[in-house]
């Protein structure tokens, strides 16, 4: 299995980004998909995920500013990235486990992507 992250760039705050994950091996329809992310400096942290349906959970500190979203037809997570703050710029990681249950632990995830750079400018 392996994931591909891409979509990072470098944008101005309130500015929006689309993060994508492609998925290529396996099932991607049962796997549940998360994002990390981590700061210089800073230890890795969980940003947001979604089960095998619609069930999703975010970090407070993005909660009503990202979405996330799937799509199994193109084995394809997404991270819908609104109002960016510069406190969002980090290296943002997609990452996969099986069965349907979100967990906001980096060790319950079974495959990582290699990151994407997002850098928000003041």
Same mark, same amino acid.
């Given at each position: %299995? @392996?994931?591909?992250?891409? *979509? *990072? =760039?470098? %944008?101005?705050?309130?500015?929006?980004?689309?993060?994508?994950?492609? /998925?290529?091996?396996?099932?991607?329809?049962?796997?549940?998909?998360?994002?990390?992310? @981590?700061?210089?400096?800073?230890?890795?942290?969980?940003?947001?995920?979604?089960?095998?349906?619609?069930?999703? +959970?975010? $970090?407070?500190?993005?909660?009503?500013?990202?979405?996330?979203?799937? +799509?199994? $037809?193109?084995?394809?997570?997404?991270? @819908?990235?609104?109002?960016?703050?510069?406190? +969002?710029?980090? /290296?943002?990681?997609?990452?996969?486990?099986?069965?349907?249950?979100? &967990?906001?632990?980096?060790?319950?995830?079974?495959?990582? =992507? @290699?990151?994407?750079? &997002?850098? /928000?400018?003041?």
């Amino acid at each position: %299995v @392996q994931l591909q992250a891409s *979509g *990072g =760039g470098l %944008v101005q705050a309130g500015a929006s980004l689309r993060l994508s994950c492609e /998925v290529s091996g396996g099932s991607f329809s049962f796997y549940t998909i998360g994002w990390f992310r @981590q700061a210089p400096g800073k230890e890795r942290e969980f940003v947001s995920a979604i089960s095998w349906g619609t069930d999703t +959970d975010y $970090a407070d500190s993005v909660k009503d500013r990202f979405t996330i979203s799937r +799509d199994n $037809a193109k084995n394809t997570g997404y991270l @819908q990235m609104n109002s960016l703050k510069p406190e +969002d710029t980090a /290296v943002y990681y997609c990452a996969a486990k099986y069965l349907p249950t979100i &967990v906001r632990t980096d060790h319950g995830y079974n495959y990582w =992507g @290699q990151g994407t750079q &997002v850098t /928000v400018s003041s």
